[in-house]
């Protein structure tokens, strides 16, 4: 009689082991939690990725300027080259459609080829190639339709139009009206960095200003495109390419690393021109 009594009992004290086993279990499972946790492991994960550069995209580097034959020449322009003796220029230069005549500098100032559409200009040094010439300014306004025509720059209107005195990284530049250069300014950048200044109006350096080039940054990689004229002022250093649609006026004793290429006059007073 005994042992059937001891039976119900041991069942009702089991019976209720297993439902607060069963209730503990229940009351710690929460399936919002487990959402919320695989959630924030999944956005960690994510914002890792994007740091390490693995989902964002990379957008491509900034292309030169193609001069065509016109990068042969280190002065080109359509309507003659004036001179104040004595400038020094290492390169060839050339003037096309005028006629030769219309190139004043002396064999003794240029290192190099100066190239005419006819048997007028300089002698003995002179070498008529109207063909040549005619490529090359044809080449040359096919650049200056290039770097006008890139889009999304990545700085506008910089400075409102004053660039004195600033450190500009590679990059394209727009600027819809004048550009100034007041006081020093630095073009830094790596050996293969590219820099393009569209320029709406003219571009102009005051006198003794300097451009330097840091971190290995070269002058054949920066070009200058200007609807307007562009005027070195006395005794300043210019850096760069320069893409005019008017004329180029070196003031005395100005000096530049780069080529001159403008649709109409290039005019030189006692200056250093060097080809990058």
Sequence with gaps: ???????????????????????????SYDPSMSSVSTASVLSSNMTSD??????????GALKVVNL????????????GITDVYK???TGDIGSSPIT??????????VSGTIYTVDAAGPLPCRVTNASRLTTAVSNMQ???????????????????????????????YKFTSAVVIPTDITISGSSTDVWIFQVAGTLKMSS??????AGGAQAKNIFWQTSGAVTLGTTSHFEGNILSQTGINLQTGASINGRMLAQTAVTLQMNTVTQP
């Excluded at 016109?70 to 002065?75: K, L, M, R, W, Y």
């Excluded at 219309?102 to 100032?109: D, P, Q, S, Y």
């Design 1 to 27: 009689m005994k042992f059937y009594k001891i039976i119900p009992v041991a069942a009702i004290v089991l019976a209720g082991l297993v439902y607060g086993c069963s209730k503990s279990l229940d009351s």
């Design 87 to 89: 400038s020094a220029v």
């Design 68 to 79: 065509g034959v016109a990068g042969e020449f280190e002065i080109l322009s359509k309507t």
């Design 100 to 109: 030769g005549a219309a190139i004043l500098l002396k064999c003794a100032e």
């Design 142 to 172: 096919t650049a200056y339709t290039d770097a006008a025509g890139r889009s999304n720059p990545d700085f506008l209107n910089l400075g409102a139009g004053n660039i004195g005195g600033k450190t500009l990284t590679a990059g394209l």
């Design 208 to 213: 003794a200003v300097r451009i330097t080039l």
């Design 50 to 59: 994007l740091k390490k550069g693995e989902i964002k995209p990379q957008s």
